[in-house]
């Protein structure tokens, strides 16, 4: 239910608090630059680096198990902070 995309080439990604599809830049002048923020520095103290500003790349090395613990910690911070984060349009 949060209002996010993710856009991306291959194995570099970058997170993005609005509801998608995203076709050209404007729709990314709405989000707000606090949940980046905020989401950086919960995923780091759940031993998950990213960007200040959403970027993220996977790494060839990263296992079905590295994958679940990303998982498990993105859920953790959207439980966590879903009063914060955008609404999807119904």
Excluded: C, K
Aim: charged share 20%.
């Amino acid at each position: 239910g949060v209002a996010a995309t993710v856009l991306g080439r291959g194995s570099l990604m970058n997170l993005h608090f609005v509801p998608g599809p995203v076709d050209t830049p404007a729709p990314l002048d709405e989000q707000d630059p606090r949940l980046l923020a905020l989401w950086h520095v919960e995923m780091m103290l759940r031993g998950y680096h990213t960007a200040p500003r959403g970027m993220l790349a996977l790494s060839l090395p990263f296992t079905r198990q590295d994958a679940d613990g990303f998982i498990e910690a993105f859920d953790d911070f959207l439980s966590v902070h879903r009063p914060l984060l955008p609404s999807r349009p119904a």
